[in-house]
C-alpha cells in the first residue's frame, strides 16, 4: 500500500511544481508515495510540463478557479495513500521530511494530524507562521500598537496552554499530514472558502480528532508565492493588512468558529474605524499645512475593502453556504 498521497493544487505554476516534485523525489527515500495534481483551470500547458517531467503524476482537472478547498478536496477524495499530505505549489523539500512525519503518525495513533516548521530560501523560520487561533483574533482588530493595548487585547485574548511543545492548534495548508479516517470523523475542508481562512477552519475540526504537531525539528521551505500571488496583499500598511479575498475568508472564518456575536463586535469595529482614520489624517494634514485631502489613499482603500466586505455581510451573519469568491 502506498504511504502518502501527496495532493498539490495548480493555477498557472508548472514551474513551481516541477521544481518542487524535484525536490519530493530527491529527498523522500523512506517512504512510498504518490502525487495528485488538481488543477484550478490554468488554461496554459501546465499539464504538459509537469506530466513531461513526471509522467507518473495523477493530474485532475477542475474545470473551473475552484480554490484550494474545492480543488484540494477532489484530491482527497482520489488519494490510495495510508496519509494525506496537502502540499503547496510554492514549497520545496530540504530533507526526507515526508519520512518523518510519516514516522510521528506511525508511532503516535492520538495525533490527527502533523506538518513541520516552515522556512524561507534561506533558512531562517518564517515568523508569520499562526500556531494559534488567538493570532489572527487579535490581528483582525486594528488599533495603534502600545504597550498598553497590547497588554489589553492579550488579557481579551490570552494565549493557549498545550501539553508539549510542539502543540499547535492552527496548520498551515502549505504542508499539512493527517489520516483518512480523521477526514472521514470531522470532514474534508470547507468547500465555502474559495482561498485564505480554509486551513483554520479545517484545523479546528481536525483538532477535535486529536492532537496537531508542529514539529520543531522538520523543516520545508515556503517560498510564499506562486498560484496565490494575486490575492496576496503587495503593499501592507497598519490598516491595509489583507487584501480583500483574505479579509473575507478570515471573517468568515471568525464566524463559523466564534459565532455571530464575535463576527459582528468586528465588522462594527471596523464600520467605527471608517470616520476615524478618515478624520485623523485630514488633522495631521492640516496641522501640516497641506490641503486635508492629501494622501488619503490609504483611507480609502481601506472603505473600498470595507464595501466588499459588507458585500458578504448577510450571508456570512447566516453561515450561508455559497461560494465566498471575491
Known sequence: MIDVSVVIVNYKTPGLICDCLRTLHEFTKGVTFEV????????????????RAFPDVRWMQMGYNAGFSRAS???????????????????LLVSDVLTQLVGV???RPEVAAVTPSQITREGKVHGSIYTAFVHLRRHLFIF????????????LLPEPVFQEPDQVEWMSGAC?????????KVGALDESFFMYGEDQE??????????????????????EYGSQADYQQPDLSH????????????????????????????????LTLVPIIFGWKMLVNLRQGKSPFYE??????????????????WPTVFNKKMFYKV
Open 296 to 313: 488619503l489613499d490609504n483611507q480609502r482603500a481601506f472603505a473600498q475593502q470595507l464595501g466588499v466586505v459588507l458585500r458578504f455581510f
Open 36 to 51: 495528485l495534481v488538481i488543477d484550478n483551470d490554468s488554461g496554459d500547458d501546465s499539464e504538459a510540463q509537469i506530466l
Open 144 to 155: 495603534p500598537h502600545t504597550p498598553f493595548t497590547l497588554k489589553i487585547m492579550h488579557r
Open 73 to 91: 478536496n477532489r484530491g482527497i477524495e482520489n488519494a490510495r495513500g495510508r496519509y494525506v499530505i496537502l502540499l503547496n505549489s510554492d514549497t
Open 202 to 223: 479545517w484545523s479546528y475540526r481536525l483538532g477535535k480528532a486529536g492532537r496537531l504537531l508542529m514539529l520543531r525539528d522538520a523543516f520545508i521551505v515556503h517560498l
Open 239 to 270: 490598516i491595509n493588512r489583507f487584501r480583500t479575498q483574505m479579509h473575507v475568508s478570515n471573517l468568515l472564518w471568525l464566524r463559523k468558529q466564534y459565532g455571530v456575536g464575535a463576527y459582528l463586535v468586528v465588522i462594527f469595529h471596523y
Open 176 to 184: 499539512l499530514m493527517t489520516r483518512p479516517e480523521v477526514i472521514a
Open 105 to 107: 503518525m506511525d508511532a
